[in-house]
């Protein structure tokens, strides 16, 4: 699961640069980078919270037996 995020991050951050400097109308470009932006947070806040909770079961395992 780990790769697949680590992919969709790069490809939504490598989409939100691309829409940075896209030649878009203003507003549809802050909508694209926004979107594409919060996509990108998401994933990471995710797999952040999935590390987090690895760590937190294999301490827990450690203590326990």
């Known amino acids: 699961m780990t790769r697949v995020e680590y992919g969709l991050m790069l490809i939504f951050g490598t989409l939100c640069i691309a829409a940075a400097f896209a ?17 990108t947070a998401g994933l990471w806040v995710s797999h952040l ?6 760590a937190a079961e294999t301490a ?3 203590v326990v037996g």
């Open 23 to 39: 030649p878009l109308e203003e507003s549809m470009r802050i909508a694209t980078v926004g979107t594409l932006f919060g996509f």
């Open 60 to 62: 827990k395992a450690d």
């Open 49 to 54: 919270v999935q590390v987090l909770q690895r």
